[in-house]
């Protein structure tokens, strides 16, 4: 059974205090810690959610007056059989993308890169198609940092250890063509076409069906862009290099589990959910059956505002009920309190004669052991 702690309480409440301590503790032991996030971390972002009054979806709908469309509707990828309704998607994804690069990353989203930068984070897995963690310095699974370079069977494969956050719905700052899969950045070009409801060209396309022109050759069709983001019913185009991510990760054994900001609803999340759960759990020390609920190990923990569902009852050890920011905050002052000494630093010069910060006691970190992996599951998007 889930136990819920109402971080409104520890103030007030001895006993929530002190458990809340306590599974701050137990996060600084931690050494293979992995995160997964939804919507809920960006909350506090400035990023306005679909639905309100002044939402996105309601300013949409005031260019597409006649289009009925729900909120959810326009992460399906149903809407791409009709003309308008694809207008209607594009408009609204460019008005987000707007917002989104105004938006600032919240202290949940530094609190991730906290946790990779003192060596606790085995990977970051999130919902998120507004791409913050990047702004905090982890490399995201969409950006070209985190793929192969070059020609031959391994370009644009995602390269396992570079990726820190893999973005299990896409990016909404890069754009995909529906012919030739070819990729880029989401210039200010194609938010101007995406405004007015429209698609822009493939520029890979154009130049490929130029060159046959050339040549006496018959043209070929070209491609539209469209956001690289993944929609609902719609397989992932990296779902077999995350499916290898995931199962590396399986294999080095995490050790505690973080889910902050989601109501994990999406099939593919809550399998992705449910897997590493199982596998912290067999790897965890057997307890007794006799143990009190105060003393419930520390295994997978759930940060989020509305409770989890009975599904998750024999699954979530802990449920913070709470905004994610406060706790994050809070594990943090707990942590600097309980282990000073990963807080300490020294500045030094480096060759640019610019300052870098560092441990002082970095030259006893430990390097992480590259480990095999085995398989891989196809991440797909897809309701449930």
């Not at 889930?2 to 306590?22: F, K, M």
């Not at 200010?188 to 022109?213: I, K, M, N, Q, W």
Request: hydrophobic share 35%; with cysteine; net charge positive.
């Amino acid at each position: 059974m889930t136990i819920t702690l109402d971080l409104a309480e520890a103030a007030t409440n001895s006993h929530t205090r002190r458990a809340l301590n306590e599974l701050s503790a137990a996060v600084v032991k931690k050494k293979k810690i992995v995160v997964v996030t939804g919507a809920g971390i960006s909350c506090s972002c400035g990023i306005p959610d679909f639905r309100s009054s002044d939402g996105l979806y309601n300013m949409v709908k005031e260019r597409y007056p006649d289009v009925v469309m729900k909120g959810r509707d326009l992460f399906d990828a149903s809407l791409f059989r009709d003309t308008t309704s694809t207008s209607v998607f594009y408009s609204f994804i460019a008005e987000l993308k707007k917002k989104i690069d105004e938006a600032s990353p919240s202290p949940t989203h530094t609190f991730i890169k906290t946790l990779d930068s003192k060596n606790k984070l085995l990977r970051s897995y999130t919902q998120n198609i507004d791409g913050l963690e990047e702004r905090v310095g982890l490399v995201g699974s969409s950006g070209d940092a985190a793929k192969s370079s070059g020609s031959g069977k391994n370009a644009g494969k995602l390269r396992v250890k570079e990726v820190r956050n893999v973005q299990l719905h896409g990016d909404i700052h890069r754009v995909r063509c529906i012919m030739c899969s070819a990729e880029f950045p989401c210039a200010e070009e194609h938010l101007d076409a995406f405004l007015e409801g429209t698609a822009p060209d493939c520029p890979e396309c154009l130049s490929r069906s130029e060159a046959r022109v050339a040549r006496s050759a018959r043209a070929i069709r070209v491609g539209s862009l469209r956001p690289a983001i993944v929609l609902y019913d719609e397989p992932h185009p990296l779902g077999e290099d995350i499916g290898t991510i995931q199962m590396a990760d399986v294999n080095k054994k995490p050790d505690l589990l973080i889910i902050m900001g989601t109501s994990m609803k999406v099939h593919g999340l809550k399998q992705l959910v449910k897997d590493f759960a199982k596998t912290i759990r067999s790897n965890a020390p057997t307890t007794s059956s006799t143990v009190s609920p105060s003393k419930r190990p520390c295994r997978v923990l759930f940060v989020n505002k509305t409770a989890p569902s009975s599904e998750w009852a024999d699954i979530i050890d802990y449920h913070i009920a709470g905004d994610t920011d406060a706790w994050v905050t809070k594990v943090v002052e707990d942590w600097k309190r309980i282990r000073p000494s990963d807080w300490e630093i020294q500045q030094t010069l480096d060759g640019t004669d610019s300052f870098k910060t560092i441990k002082a006691n970095a030259a006893t970190t430990q390097m992480v052991k590259k480990k095999g992996m085995f398989g891989f599951s196809l991440y797909h998007r897809s309701t449930g």
